[in-house]
């Protein structure tokens, strides 16, 4: 795992360095879109609706609409909001851990001791244990405010992001106001039911199981041969006028196209066939143009 963060629990005096990891990841299959035709990658252009022109990443800004009027917001005018820059977390109270609603739990982060000595973590952990209290936090992440919940999992403090009291919907339905008649003997048979479940959660029990398939499935399909060179999927694009974009895989083999006809004393072989004189090198040379001028279709993939 790679810290993501670093900074400091604080409460009155006591500061405790830390690191935080992410606790969670996401174990889906990464798919992509394709022309079911020829296999060819589906691409997403971020084009504007105005001038039809195909907009820069760096040409961007934000905006806010309200139904009738947009305002738009430059990097300078977010920049001049007062985002809090503090490298800590702040305890502002400790509750009875069973007040924590569990629908307000976001995001779990693990909390590594980042000093010398762990005595303070360890110190804090104990003290979480034994008085069964969660300590309520608020830090920076990322420009936003964050509230969190510090608790212990194992020996290791976990900051689980809490949602903000207006995140979480009212859960309003008619029908439930409606008055219900339950008999005891209802009530009997339904606990009956509940206790011939009744077990002890372990998580390692329960799998993913169409991820499971699909991982399996694309394997078959693999050794079966079913499938194609990755780099038939990337076509020949139009260059886009937000800004000059370079294609990764071009230029790897431009500079290996390059590198080996300067080593073979200008004659470069994977270029192909040679023009009636015998000689490959302007092939070569204008291979290397023609996918040099391709667009990072393999860009994304690489990072």
Not at 53 to 69: F, P, S, W
Request: charged letters at 35%; proline letters at 4%; glycine letters at 4%.
């Amino acid at each position: 795992m790679r810290a993501i963060w670093k900074g400091a629990l604080t409460f009155g005096l006591v500061n405790v360095p830390v690191k935080v990891y992410s606790a969670t990841e996401d174990h889906d299959v990464s798919l992509h879109q394709v022309h079911n035709r020829d296999g060819g990658r589906i691409r997403y252009q971020r084009k504007c609706e105005v001038c039809g022109e195909v907009v820069a990443y760096q040409d961007i800004d934000k905006a806010y609409d309200d139904g009738e009027r947009t305002v738009v917001l430059t990097k300078e005018d977010l920049d001049a909001l007062p985002a809090e820059r503090s490298r800590e977390i702040d305890v502002v109270e400790f509750v009875p851990s069973e007040q924590i609603d569990l629908l307000t739990l976001d995001r779990a982060y693990y909390l590594e001791p980042d000093s010398a000595s762990p005595k303070a973590y360890v110190l804090l952990r104990k003290t979480l244990e034994q008085t069964d209290r969660t300590a309520i936090v608020r830090f920076s992440l990322r420009q936003k405010t964050r509230l969190a919940a510090l608790r212990v999992r194992g020996d290791v403090l976990v900051l689980q992001t809490l949602l903000w009291a207006d995140e979480v919907r009212e859960a309003a339905f008619p029908a439930l106001d409606e008055p219900v008649r339950i008999s005891a003997k209802e009530l009997e048979l339904s606990a009956s039911l509940v206790e011939s479940f009744a077990s002890d959660f372990d998580p390692e029990e329960f799998t993913d199981e169409y991820q499971q398939e699909l991982r399996t499935l694309i394997e078959a399909k693999l050794e079966k041969g079913d499938a194609l060179d990755t780099t038939e999927t990337f076509g020949e694009q139009e260059e886009e006028t937000g800004g000059e974009v370079i294609d990764l895989m071009a230029a790897l083999r431009a500079s290996v196209e390059k590198s080996r006809a300067a080593r073979e004393g200008g004659t470069s072989k994977p270029t192909g066939k040679k023009d009636a004189a015998g000689d490959a090198k302007p092939a070569a040379k204008a291979s290397a143009k023609k996918q040099a001028a391709k667009k990072p279709a393999a860009k994304k993939k690489a990072s």
